[in-house]
């Protein structure tokens, strides 16, 4: 690697990763007293990574076991977490149930893969910890009935800084994966949750939903259109991903809000709004404004100090041509009504369009 090349980023393990070595060490534990030094699990695509124990503990009649979570090089909130896994053996003919301990949620709202009253643990690591039970209660010869109870220390104020309590999963996190690992700066765990945030909208018999760049656009727009909480979609960046989704899952209405300078973004022809992936341009800006000034500006602010009002008006509409040209049809026909609200840092709507 030479000196201009980009580090190469180190991935990490998902919950679901952990909580399912932390299961077969804790199985271990149960049916020969011992626990193993580390544990190494089969993942969906093959890999087979080897995990530390973090925390050992028995008791009458069950075994727990902690990992440490990795979350490798990517800025995840649980990068750190303990996940832990507590075996005991089940009702006879039960099969694998989970429950949620310490610091993990359980899902209270329809619209989720989970259904409500359940332990937030999502398919795919409900496979993986159910396959390893199978597997290791037949290497043992045990009876494949086991309650795993999940739990994750400090837990429910981690989950404080995700979508958690807007999807109706409380108490704390959920036990997440499709294939164990993480990829750093991939932003699938985000465009996951905006999806399953349109999918308890749905649920909930939601007609109207907001998809918002941020707090202080949120904010706005959930108070100009009385929205409840759960009808507010955190897009950030991901604009394009928001719409691709309620495209083909679709409600009635759709409000997308942000700021002047990511709506300009989206009104010029993006629509993944992150700085590192697009960008102003303001010689467009000044044509569509007529404003030669314009086209000297170096920031969305810059522009608008110039312009005024007139300017993100603009912009909102521009935005929503552009959203109704590709998305203003569902897959299945049905019509869907979009409009744009552009917001100022103090919360102030300074554009709109639509009805």
């Not at 020969?32 to 087979?48: K, M, N, Q, Y």
């Not at 170096?298 to 300017?311: D, I, M, V």
């Not at 203003?328 to 917001?343: F, N, Q």
Request: with cysteine; net charge neutral; proline share 7%.
């Amino acid at each position: 690697m030479s000196e201009r090349d980009p580090p190469k980023l180190r991935r990490g393990w998902t919950t679901g990763a952990c909580a399912t070595a932390a299961t077969e060490a804790a199985l271990a534990a149960l049916w020969t007293g011992a626990f193993p030094d580390s544990v190494t699990i089969t993942l969906p695509r093959g890999e087979t990574p080897t995990f530390a124990l973090s925390h050992k503990a028995v008791g009458a009649g069950w075994a727990e076991a902690g990992i440490v979570k990795d979350a490798g090089d990517d800025p995840d909130v649980t990068h750190g977490a303990e996940i832990r896994a507590r075996v005991a053996p089940g009702a006879p003919g039960a099969g694998t149930t989970f429950r949620a301990g310490e610091g993990v949620g359980i899902v209270t709202m329809p619209g989720l893969p989970i259904p409500p009253g359940e332990a937030a643990v999502n398919p795919v690591p409900r496979k993986m910890m159910s396959d390893i039970v199978a597997a290791t209660a037949a290497r043992h010869g045990q009876p494949p009935d086991i309650e795993i109870t999940l739990s994750i220390p400090g837990g429910a104020e981690i989950a404080q800084r995700t979508w958690n309590p807007r999807l109706g999963i409380v108490g704390g996190l959920s036990i997440l994966g499709t294939t164990g690992i993480v990829r750093p700066f991939s932003c699938a765990a985000w465009i996951a949750s905006i999806h399953r945030g349109v999918d308890v909208a749905r649920a909930a018999g939601l007609t109207h939903v907001a998809g918002t760049t941020g707090a202080t656009s949120e904010a706005a727009i959930r108070t100009h259109h009385g929205l409840p909480e759960h009808a507010m979609l955190d897009m950030g960046d991901f604009a394009g991903g928001t719409l691709k989704y309620l495209h083909t899952h679709p409600v009635a209405r759709v409000t997308i809000g942000g700021g002047l300078g990511k709506l300009t973004k989206l009104a010029q022809g993006a629509w993944d709004l992150h700085s590192a992936r697009s960008g102003l341009d303001f010689a467009a800006l000044a044509a569509m404004l007529n404003d030669r000034r314009l086209a000297e500006c170096r920031t969305a602010l810059e522009a608008y100090q110039l312009a005024g009002p007139p300017l993100a008006q603009a912009v909102a509409e521009a935005a929503l041509a552009r959203i109704r040209d590709r998305f203003g049809k569902a897959a299945d026909g049905s019509a869907i009504a979009h409009d744009v609200i552009v917001v100022d840092r103090a919360g102030q709507i300074i554009g709109r369009a639509g009805p």
